[in-house]
């Protein structure tokens, strides 16, 4: 069931004739029954509304309701006001009714404006959809858009045809071949009454060879591209300080390679232990053939030739044993087989004499294709000015990252950039290089031979990174709650919320909040669920209180919150010892028991997964088959070869003598 809005484009300027689309589930429907609302439909004095029902034939009695006037002549599944008026703003609904199913309600708000206003400044794309190519083994092209303020609703458009529950940054479209070149795909914005456009990507058909990035005349391909993106800013100890920019970096540094095809987890905020369960899942990620990245800002020092990264659980007296060591995250990297092993260390490589174990670890061997990135030289800080959105190494390696070029001459390039734009010289990026191809983070991803492994990243990636429902709807005794789901990291939540009366608390259950959960209100009407990782229960309860009337919202385990707990711990079974601890890297972690009840993102990975496994298995099989057919044939073939051999010895054998002349 549901509401659709039309309107005509009399009267209406075209920026501002959008209306923004949210796919809701009534918490007064049966489970099954899903209602389709279109929201906040914004237009200008003048134009035609047109609101229609879409519902089941077994809903015969229908009835229109404008705020809480019914409105008696309109009993039809259309509504039609054919010069809407600022009178006509508000919440329209509708009362369905069917002798097998009840009476359900469905609604849409209405904001007539008498001028388009200008908001407009306000309201901007950080990041635009890009082009995209796709070739002949190639099935979906990705798109995404960054855009401010957050809050602010998507809809995706095909060729100028809305696309039904595409309303998130990122955009996912299958099924493509040849049919789809220079098809055309844009994002539609809006907040209040403003509306933007963003620029129009195209889906490129390029079945020939790619394009050489390096003039080398080949083209180097990956089986698959992964990365992993860690912010630490807000720090326990305040003799650290936080890090003003490490979030957003992170965030901007997920969305460029998420542009290039990288499967991206982003974190944030995360203790040692944290860390390294993390990396550990990431470093199963990786296989023969993958181009592996490491993206870390926060805090961090050098001691001993070494470079350690700070997580922000550490003590006012920092020790090695605090902290993570970057050579370990590459050895482990290199142990995984990868074709490209980045590592981006956003940090301080001051010198500190500190204490501790330094470990035994042997240097790790170069294998040609290994590449770190530093912010900042031996010994010295890297920078960033509160002025600024980003600091001053991610500021310059935004405006590199994305050109084809070589990833040698990409930090080359991003080191030259501010060597000659930040002439101060406090900062002076540093890298080193053992890459012997010309690799290319833009290069295209071959998954031949690698189709199960690819779909099991993908699978992983889904769950870490897109939510459950998008949005949903909550029914109160005097009012009613709307509520848009997003990811901002891969673990924080992020809520819209929408009402007709003003919020007056909102809050999360005591066994969230236990566990280290934060709800941060970012605005009347945006928040923020951080810290997800940290999740043990199966899901978050939110309370909200308008007018003395309070509800309950639960969330299924969000996001990271999938992976973590050792649950999921990305579809890869972990070491267990006798002890009854599964290994993460440098430390040991509890396990927690299995629970039942697990969610469906969850049962659906594992019945993806084992439908993969299952096709690959009969793949093999059969492969293996036609092997041993054709070793059999070939066997058969050199037997009767030797048997004619041995007749024909036999036939000569029994001729008479040649008699001499």
Not at 401 to 426: F, H, Q
């Amino acid at each position: 069931s549901g509401i659709n809005a039309e309107y005509g484009s009399s009267g209406i300027n075209a920026e501002y004739g959008a209306r923004r689309c949210i796919g809701l589930t009534s918490s007064i429907c049966d489970p099954s029954t899903k209602l389709l609302i279109e929201g906040n439909v914004n237009l200008l004095v003048g134009s035609k509304l047109k609101l229609k029902v879409q519902a089941p034939k077994s809903y015969s009695d229908v009835q229109w309701y404008f705020e809480k006037t019914c409105l008696p002549a309109e009993k039809s599944r259309e509504l039609v006001i054919e010069e809407v008026s600022v009178d006509d703003s508000g919440r329209y609904k509708v009362r369905l009714e069917s002798n097998s199913n009840g009476v359900k309600w469905v609604f849409a708000d209405v904001t007539v404006a008498d001028t388009p206003g200008s908001p407009l400044e306000e309201l901007r794309f950080v990041l635009q959809p890009q082009d995209y190519s796709i070739k002949e083994s190639a099935s979906e092209a990705h798109f995404f858009v960054d855009v401010r303020p957050y809050c602010a609703s998507l809809q995706w458009y095909c060729e100028g045809v809305l696309m039904h529950d595409k309303t998130q940054p990122y955009l996912c479209v299958s099924g493509l071949d040849e049919t789809a070149h220079r098809r055309q795909y844009k994002c539609v914005a809006v907040h209040g009454l403003a509306t933007l456009t963003s620029d129009v990507a195209l889906v490129r058909w390029a079945p020939d060879q790619p394009k050489d990035f390096t003039g080398s005349g080949f083209v180097e391909t990956a089986t698959d591209k992964v990365a992993l993106i860690i912010g630490n800013q807000s720090y326990e100890e305040a003799t650290f300080g936080d890090i003003v920019h490490a979030e957003d970096d992170a965030r901007d540094i997920t969305v460029a390679l998420r542009n290039m095809q990288f499967k991206v987890v982003s974190l944030i905020n995360l203790t040692r232990e944290e860390m390294l369960a993390a990396c550990d899942n990431f470093y199963k990620l990786l296989s023969s053939g993958v181009y592996g990245v490491f993206y870390f800002a926060g805090h961090g020092f050098e001691s001993a030739g070494e470079n350690y990264l700070v997580p922000v659980d550490a003590p006012t007296t920092v020790r090695v044993e605090h902290c993570i060591k970057a050579q370990y995250v590459l050895h482990r990297m290199q142990f995984r087989d990868t074709k490209l092993n980045l590592l981006l260390l956003d940090m301080c490589r001051e010198f500190a004499n500190v204490g501790g174990i330094p470990g035994d670890m042997q240097p790790v061997r170069s294998r040609g294709n290994t590449a770190i990135g530093f912010a900042c030289g031996p010994g010295s800080r890297a920078y960033g000015s509160e002025n600024d959105k980003n600091g001053i190494y991610v500021t310059y390696l935004k405006e590199h990252i994305n050109r084809n070029i070589t990833v040698t001459n990409l930090l080359d390039c991003v080191n030259k950039a501010i060597g000659m734009r930040e002439p101060s010289g406090y900062q002076r990026p540093h890298y080193q290089s053992s890459i012997i191809k010309n690799i290319s983070l833009n290069d295209p991803i071959d998954t031949t031979n690698h189709t199960a492994e690819f779909h099991h990243r993908s699978i992983i990636w889904s769950m870490a990174n897109n939510v459950d429902k998008e949005s949903e709807e909550v029914l109160l005794k005097k009012s009613s709650l709307q509520l848009q789901y997003s990811a901002s990291f891969s673990n924080v939540l992020q809520f819209t919320l929408t009402s007709d009366l003003p919020l007056d608390r909102a809050s999360i259950d005591q066994d969230s909040q236990a566990n280290g959960l934060q709800l941060i209100k970012l605005t009347n009407t945006v928040f923020e669920i951080r810290n997800i990782q940290k999740l043990r229960g199966a899901f978050i309860e939110l309370t909200f209180c308008i007018s003395k009337d309070s509800t309950n919202v639960r969330i299924e385990r969000p996001l990271f919150a999938k992976i973590t707990a050792n649950r999921v711990n990305f579809g890869v079974v972990m070491d267990v010892d006798a002890a009854g601890t599964h290994r993460t890297g440098m430390c040991q972690v509890p396990t927690v028991p299995a629970q039942r009840g697990r969610g469906c993102a969850e049962v659906k990975a594992d019945q993806k997964l084992r439908e993969i496994e299952k096709f690959d298995k009969q793949t093999n099989d059969q492969h293996q088959k036609k092997k041993k057919a054709e070793a059999k044939h070939q066997q058969e073939e050199e037997m009767k070869r030797q048997e004619e051999e041995e007749k024909e010895e036999e036939k000569a054998s029994n001729l008479p003598p040649a008699l001499d002349n």
